[in-house]
């Protein structure tokens, strides 16, 4: 309607154009994101779940995350416990991390750190995730929600950030999933901490072919 009513120069319409694209890519991951979550919670999203090292997992999906952080200026470590194995949907677990690291990339500014760490929780049988970062924090009035489907924090310090406020959602719900449990830790203006506990798992038993990771939502 723009175009038609206001362009009347090729690069009017041209730019009208490229917006209304914009925008149709930005609901279109939107319903992309819902139908997913939709599925997972009707049932309809089965996890083919065997023992995975997580440590590997982990290293990889670091890996692509990479060159994001260093365009930001966001240093992005690791710390990799090798063995460290979960009985867990591989693609998931891609699909977990990827969310985690993105948030925490996201909210870190330039000169900040993200850190992750894959190691044999304190309790037996267990295996822990934790992604933290130095990154402008989450109001402690917020964090009870952030959980929430299309939650997003909203303050001077995020909001130019861009998100759907649904990747936390399907992290929660891919965590629920597995039998583990999630917490959520920040003091604002300093930083966050996600940990993430999941049932260990025995890398004796031969592991899934993995499959391609969905973009992080």
């Keep these: 309607e723009v175009a038609l009513f206001t362009a009347e120069k090729p690069e009017q319409f041209r730019d009208a154009m490229v917006n209304a694209l914009e925008d149709v890519e930005k609901l279109s991951s939107i319903v992309r994101a819902l139908l997913l979550l939709s599925q997972a919670e009707s049932g309809q999203l089965v996890l083919q779940k065997s023992p995975i090292d997580l440590a590997k ?66 309790t037996p049988g267990w295996v822990r995730l934790v992604v933290d970062d130095t990154g402008v924090g989450i109001p402690a009035e917020n964090l009870p929600h952030i959980f929430d489907r299309f939650y997003r924090v909203r303050n001077v310090e995020t909001h130019h950030v861009q998100g759907l406020g649904l990747g936390l959602s399907f992290v929660a719900w891919i965590v629920s999933a597995h039998g583990g449990t999630i917490r959520a830790e920040s003091q604002e203006g300093q930083g966050s901490r996600f940990t993430v506990r999941l049932p260990a798992g025995n890398m004796s038993a031969p592991e899934a072919t993995p499959e391609p990771v969905a973009a992080s939502i």
Excluded: C, H, W
């Excluded at 930001?72 to 090798?82: I, Q």
């Design 57 to 122: 997992v982990a290293a990889d999906v670091v890996d692509q995350f990479q060159i994001p952080a260093e365009e930001k200026g966001v240093t992005l470590t690791s710390k990799l416990e090798a063995g460290a194995s979960a009985n867990a949907d591989r693609t998931q677990m891609e699909r977990l991390i990827s969310n985690l690291i993105s948030n925490a990339v996201k909210y870190t500014p330039k000169g900040g750190t993200v850190n992750v760490s894959v190691s044999a929780d304190e």
